[in-house]
Every structure is written in structure tokens, then in C-alpha cells.
């Protein structure tokens, strides 16, 4: 059966039918692959291209050669030359697919560079966001970046309570998740902060003035205080804490308004320290500086401007730590 050059593309398909010759119904997966054996005039280059076997190409031509009635190509020499059937199927079809092809690939390009997601919990926000902000938007002028804030605690918990899951996640903990990849972008070096009109305290914390004193700790660092401490038996374990929080700003605000002590970064001391009237003791104390992780999935480094944010960006912070 030849097929009329009048036909329309949808007749060709199949997808209009005549009542007195109704065809079976085409598949449309075969389209990409005629596409490319009429273009390279080859089964094995279309094979090679499609990432297919020669032979699930060869299967495919069996197809369409069935569907047409015609056999599309003949071989002469190494390469296939089309019929007059296979010439007037792809001209009919060649224009509307490239233009599929390409609206599909914008359509899937843009969806990624024009809306990126990230969690990171607010003192994380804080401490990244203007730098991580300022690379995307250089990336990909106009991308919006989808910002929502989660605690420490849930960092590392194997999905999120979100409807969509974020591109790059920001936490103090590996994700247990083992389809995501927990990348260590920085340390956060700690340090001791009280009021500074605390009644007892002028400069110093030792293991002797520290007795007599009560702590308020970040939920992450709690278990690092209680590890670090230069004397186990100088401190009580019962006096270490009077308050843990997930909020490193709700910390600070109890800070500067009691008589409590806290162990908080020193980027944040140091951006605000006067808003809360803190101050700093030096102690020979040691604490481990905090981890900050990137989390994202192992898919994610292959998408546009994400990609780069782990690649560049990520490296530059590590840099500048």
C-alpha cells in the first residue's frame, strides 16, 4: 500500500481514519527511529545514536515496514535509500516532530533553571542564601529560588514534609536517605557566649567558675558539649543544661536576657552579638566546630545551574572557610 501525498500527517498516523479502512493503530516510539535511520541512512548509526541494539532497530523497521505495507529502504552498498513512501512519510512528519522535539526540550530545560528548591533552617538561610542567591541568579538571570525552612532535626530524616522534594537541602547531619548524596560544605567553629551583664561572669569560663553555672544548648551541639568537656567530673552532667532548642535564635534571645550560657557559632555571635547584648568568655574548653552538609540527590548534579551550585559554588564556600 502506498501512501497518498495527499495524506495529511495525522492520516499517516493513523489517527484519522477513513470508516471504509480503518488502519491499526501506529506507535508512536517508531517515529524517533525511522527519523534517524532515513537521516543517517543506517541502521547501525540509528542504533548507535538511539542507544539501542542494531537488532530492537531492525525490529522496529520490521514494524513500520508492516504498518506501511512497504519496505521504506533498500540497501545499495553500505547505506539505505528511501522509497518514494518513506520520503513522502518523513517529509510529512520531519518539520512537526523537530518542532515537538525542541518545545519538549525547552519546555524540560526551563522547568529546571527557572525554579530551584532549597531547605535550610533559618540560621542556615542566613548564612548562605546572600552567597548561594547571588551565584544562581549570575547562572540563570531570573531563575526563582523556592526557599523553606526546616529544623535541624528533620535534616536528615528520608523525605521531606513538602509537595515537591527540594534540589539541595542544607543541614548539621548526613541524610540517612541512601538514593542522597550528603556532601560536607563547611565547619562552623563554636565558641562560649553569655549576657554581657552576667552577674558572675566577666571574661573567662574555667572548670571551676563553670560549676556553679547552667547552660542553654543548640540541640546539635548538646551531646558535642558534654564529649568536650577538658574535666568530665568538674562540670555536673545535671548543671550542663537548663534548655535545648532547635532555634539557634531563640537561643540567643535567652541568652542576653538571663544568666545563662550558650554555645553558638561564632558567625552568628559576631553578626549579633549588640542586638542581643552578648558577649564572648574564652575558656580552654575545647568543642568540635559544627558540620554544615549539602544534601541532594545523584541525579541532581547533571541538571542545569544545581549542577553548577555543587560543583562551583559548593567549592568556593569550602575555599573561604
Given at each position: 500500500?502506498?501512501?497518498?501525498?495527499?495524506?495529511?500527517?495525522?492520516?499517516?498516523?493513523?489517527?484519522?481514519?477513513?470508516?471504509?479502512?480503518?488502519?491499526?493503530?501506529?506507535?508512536?516510539?517508531?517515529?524517533?527511529?525511522?527519523?534517524?535511520?532515513?537521516?543517517?541512512?543506517?541502521?547501525?548509526?540509528?542504533?548507535?545514536?538511539?542507544?539501542?541494539?542494531?537488532?530492537?532497530?531492525?525490529?522496529a523497521l520490521g514494524k513500520?515496514?508492516?504498518?506501511?505495507?512497504?519496505?521504506?529502504?533498500?540497501?545499495?552498498?553500505?547505506?539505505?535509500?528511501?522509497?518514494?513512501?518513506?520520503?513522502?512519510?518523513?517529509?510529512?512528519?520531519?518539520?512537526?516532530?523537530?518542532?515537538?522535539?525542541?518545545?519538549?526540550?525547552?519546555?524540560?530545560?526551563?522547568?529546571?533553571?527557572?525554579?530551584?528548591?532549597?531547605?535550610?533552617?533559618?540560621y542556615l538561610s542566613m548564612?548562605?542564601?546572600?552567597?548561594?542567591?547571588?551565584?544562581?541568579?549570575?547562572?540563570?538571570?531570573?531563575?526563582?529560588?523556592?526557599?523553606?525552612?526546616?529544623?535541624?532535626?528533620?535534616?536528615?530524616?528520608?523525605?521531606?514534609?513538602?509537595?515537591?522534594?527540594?534540589?539541595?537541602?542544607?543541614?548539621?547531619?548526613?541524610?540517612?536517605?541512601?538514593?542522597?548524596?550528603?556532601?560536607?560544605?563547611?565547619?562552623?567553629?563554636?565558641?562560649?557566649?553569655?549576657?554581657?551583664?552576667?552577674?558572675?561572669?566577666?571574661?573567662?569560663?574555667?572548670?571551676?567558675?563553670?560549676?556553679?553555672?547552667?547552660?542553654?544548648?543548640?540541640?546539635?551541639?548538646?551531646?558535642?558539649?558534654?564529649?568536650?568537656?577538658?574535666?568530665?567530673?568538674?562540670?555536673?552532667?545535671?548543671?550542663?543544661?537548663?534548655?535545648?532548642?532547635?532555634?539557634?535564635?531563640?537561643?540567643?534571645?535567652?541568652?542576653?536576657?538571663?544568666?545563662?550560657?550558650?554555645?553558638?557559632?561564632?558567625?552568628?555571635?559576631?553578626?549579633?552579638?549588640?542586638?542581643?547584648?552578648?558577649?564572648?568568655?574564652?575558656?580552654?574548653?575545647?568543642?568540635?566546630?559544627?558540620?554544615?552538609?549539602?544534601?541532594y540527590s545523584s541525579t541532581?548534579?547533571?541538571?542545569?545551574?544545581?549542577?553548577?551550585?555543587?560543583?562551583?559554588?559548593?567549592?568556593?564556600?569550602?575555599?573561604?572557610?
Amino acid at each position: 500500500m502506498r501512501v497518498d501525498k495527499n495524506d495529511s500527517l495525522r492520516s499517516i498516523l493513523g489517527l484519522e481514519q477513513p470508516a471504509s479502512h480503518a488502519r491499526k493503530k501506529f506507535d508512536l516510539n517508531l517515529l524517533p527511529i525511522f527519523i534517524e535511520i532515513y537521516q543517517h541512512k543506517s541502521v547501525s548509526k540509528a542504533a548507535l545514536i538511539l542507544n539501542m541494539t542494531q537488532s530492537s532497530v531492525s525490529l522496529a523497521l520490521g514494524k513500520l515496514r508492516d504498518y506501511f505495507d512497504d519496505p521504506l529502504f533498500f540497501r545499495e552498498g553500505q547505506h539505505f535509500t528511501p522509497t518514494q513512501a518513506a520520503a513522502q512519510f518523513y517529509a510529512s512528519i520531519s518539520v512537526s516532530f523537530g518542532s515537538v522535539h525542541r518545545e519538549v526540550a525547552k519546555v524540560a530545560e526551563d522547568k529546571v533553571k527557572s525554579k530551584i528548591i532549597i531547605h535550610a533552617s533559618p540560621y542556615l538561610s542566613m548564612r548562605l542564601l546572600p552567597s548561594l542567591s547571588e551565584f544562581i541568579w549570575l547562572m540563570q538571570n531570573g531563575c526563582e529560588i523556592l526557599h523553606k525552612s526546616t529544623t535541624p532535626a528533620n535534616d536528615s530524616k528520608e523525605t521531606w514534609a513538602t509537595d515537591v522534594m527540594p534540589d539541595i537541602t542544607f543541614g548539621f547531619a548526613r541524610s540517612t536517605n541512601p538514593q542522597m548524596n550528603s556532601q560536607k560544605l563547611m565547619s562552623e567553629p563554636l565558641c562560649f557566649v553569655c549576657s554581657e551583664d552576667h552577674p558572675r561572669l566577666t571574661h573567662e569560663l574555667t572548670n571551676e567558675n563553670g560549676k556553679h553555672e547552667t547552660f542553654v544548648t543548640f540541640e546539635r551541639l548538646c551531646n558535642t558539649f558534654l564529649q568536650n568537656r577538658a574535666k568530665p567530673d568538674t562540670l555536673a552532667p545535671e548543671r550542663i543544661s537548663s534548655m535545648k532548642s532547635d532555634s539557634l535564635f531563640a537561643l540567643l534571645s535567652v541568652i542576653g536576657s538571663s544568666d545563662k550560657i550558650g554555645v553558638i557559632p561564632v558567625w552568628l555571635f559576631e553578626k549579633f552579638n549588640a542586638t542581643f547584648h552578648l558577649k564572648t568568655l574564652a575558656t580552654e574548653i575545647q568543642l568540635n566546630p559544627l558540620t554544615v552538609y549539602m544534601i541532594y540527590s545523584s541525579t541532581a548534579i547533571k541538571t542545569p545551574v544545581v549542577g553548577d551550585i555543587i560543583s562551583q559554588w559548593a567549592g568556593d564556600v569550602c575555599t573561604c572557610e
